[in-house]
T-cell receptor
Framework: QKEVEQNSGPLSVPEGAIASLNCTYS??????FFWYRQYSGKSPELIMS????GDKEDGRFTAQLNKASQYVSLLIRDSQPSDSATYLC??????????????FGKGTLLTVNP | DTEVTQTPKHLVMGMTNKKSLKCEQH?????MYWYKQKAKKPPELMFV???????INESVPSRFSPECPNSSLLNLHLHALQPEDSALYLC?????????????????FGPGTRLTVL
């Protein structure tokens, strides 16, 4: 059973702080890792994808992957109230057969307080 | 342009109605997906089309019937639904179902159709 675990939160941070969102996964064969942001009542929006160990930065967002520890995280620097949303971690095995299927975590609710 | 469109935005239907949800993408993607999402839950995969052929059916009840008329369009036909089928129905697309050096398996979601079954 492939599992993706996230702290459901809520995670509350003050405006301007760094928000740290964490995700662990059970299948060591996982190759593709994604972070989606979902505002209440809206659809998920892809904000980061990462495939290799290390850090990947895009603006205020940094994704970190450690395959040995089966751990992926998302850092949001200079958090803004507009970052308040549920963040979904999604993992897939990559390619071949049904390996492209995404397994989602249950999401972490982030609240950024002005 | 990473846009997937869905119509209608909202749909209310009775249990004896027949309705259809529509999804369109113009990104040249060859894989399209239907997901169902209940409140405070992650999306659940329903169907996958790859190159206009049904690739995956996640044991979805036959009252949901997908159709892929061409590489840009995906429909979900609804018939005799139950109140518990009320949810946000999401369409997504990706370049391909696989991944590789030059092929992205990133999935992009449309805005969704909020379905209420009375």
């Amino acid at each position: 059973q492939k599992e993706v675990e996230q702290n459901s939160g809520p995670l509350s941070v003050p405006e301007g702080a760094i928000a740290s969102l964490n995700c662990t996964y059970s299948d060591r064969g996982s190759q593709s890792f994604f972070w989606y942001r979902q505002y209440s009542g809206k659809s998920p929006e892809l904000i980061m994808s990462i495939y290799s160990n290390g850090d990947k930065e895009d603006g205020r967002f940094t994704a970190q992957l450690n395959k040995a520890s089966q751990y992926v995280s998302l850092l949001i620097r200079d958090s803004q109230p507009s970052d308040s949303a549920t963040y979904l971690c999604a993992v897939s095995l990559g390619s071949g057969g049904s390996n492209y299927k995404l397994t989602f975590g249950k999401g972490t609710l982030l609240t950024v307080n002005p | 342009d990473t846009e997937v469109t869905q119509t209608p935005k909202h749909l209310v239907m009775g249990m004896t109605n027949k309705k259809s949800l529509k999804c369109e993408q113009h990104m040249g993607h060859r894989a399209m997906y239907w997901y169902k999402q209940k409140a405070k839950k992650p999306p659940e995969l329903m169907f996958v089309y790859s190159y206009e052929k049904l690739s995956i059916n996640e044991s979805v009840p036959s009252r949901f019937s997908p159709e892929c008329p061409n590489s840009s369009l995906l429909n979900l036909h609804l018939h005799a639904l139950q109140p518990e089928d009320s949810a946000l129905y999401l369409c997504a697309s990706s370049q391909d179902i696989g991944g590789g050096a030059t092929i992205s398996n990133e999935q992009f979601f449309g805005p969704g159709t909020r379905l209420t079954v009375l």
